[in-house]
T-cell receptor, first 112, second 116 residues
Framework: DAKTTQPTSMDCAEGRAANLPCNHSTISGNEYVYWYRQIHSQGPQYIIHGLKNNETNEMASLIITEDRKSSTLILPHATLRDTAVYYCIVSRRTVGNEKLTFGTGTRLTIIP | NAGVTQTPKFQVLKTGQSMTLQCAQDMNHEYMSWYRQDPGMGLRLIHY???????DQGEVPNGYNVSRSTTEDFPLRLLSAAPSQTSVYFCASSDTPPHPSSYEQYFGPGTRLTVT
């Protein structure tokens, strides 16, 4: 599976859009981009995934560049509860979705 | 649905002791996984299962055993605990493709294990 590179930490003002970048320059054609987040002392929580098209759900938007070498997770109106570590993961769909490789992620702090 | 449950929440073991971390899910998911999380290292996959009776090793399997006798349960056994196994352990489950929710892993609340 392709490796990802994320900034170690970021701050964002409450109410503003939080844009979290991820580089995955070695991604291959059948690999998906997944985003999870982990709020302190809890299990990770799925946010969104995509293959090559931009995606949006009730939590966030995922923008994937045309060459698929990078992506951005957008939290449109960040709240204090969005303070968490955000993981960008690139992985093939194997039999299911039973194994993902988590890196060290980006620690996002929402500032009041 | 309770989702994914893990017991115990906290555990302290002495070196050489054995124990089983319990994981159960009530969503009828075929796929289940165990991860450990250590400071500065993200989550690392220990073992996973694609269905009852089928298990396989992940990235860091040494010192751990698993079995999957039912769809619901996926216990993780530490045979002879070592201080290097001090960590937070997360169990996860996911649905069967091509169900839309099969892209998502549902994680339990974790077990914090300390080995002295």
């Amino acid at each position: 599976d392709a490796k990802t590179t994320q900034p170690t930490s970021m701050d964002c003002a409450e109410g503003r859009a939080a844009n979290l970048p991820c580089n995955h320059s070695t991604i291959s054609g059948n690999e998906y981009v997944y985003w999870y987040r982990q709020i302190h002392s809890q299990g990770p929580q799925y946010i969104i995934h995509g293959l090559k098209n931009n995606e949006t759900n009730e939590m966030a938007s995922l923008i994937i560049t045309e060459d698929r070498k990078s992506s951005t997770l957008i939290l449109p109106h960040a709240t204090l509860r969005d303070t968490a570590v955000y993981y960008c993961i690139v992985s093939r769909r194997t039999v299911g979705n039973e194994k993902l490789t988590f890196g060290t992620g980006t620690r996002l702090t929402i500032i009041p | 649905n309770a989702g994914v449950t893990q017991t115990p929440k906290f555990q302290v073991l002495k070196t050489g002791q054995s124990m089983t971390l319990q994981c159960a899910q009530d969503m009828n998911h075929e796929y289940m996984s165990w991860y450990r999380q250590d400071p500065g290292m993200g989550l690392r996959l220990i073992h996973y299962s694609v269905g009852a009776g089928i298990t396989d090793q992940g990235e860091v399997p040494n010192g751990y055993n698993v079995s999957r006798s039912t769809t619901e349960d996926f216990p993780l056994r530490l045979l002879s605990a070592a201080p290097s196994q001090t960590s937070v352990y997360f169990c996860a489950s996911s649905d069967t493709p091509p169900h839309p929710s099969s892209y998502e892993q549902y994680f339990g609340p974790g077990t914090r294990l300390t080995v002295t």
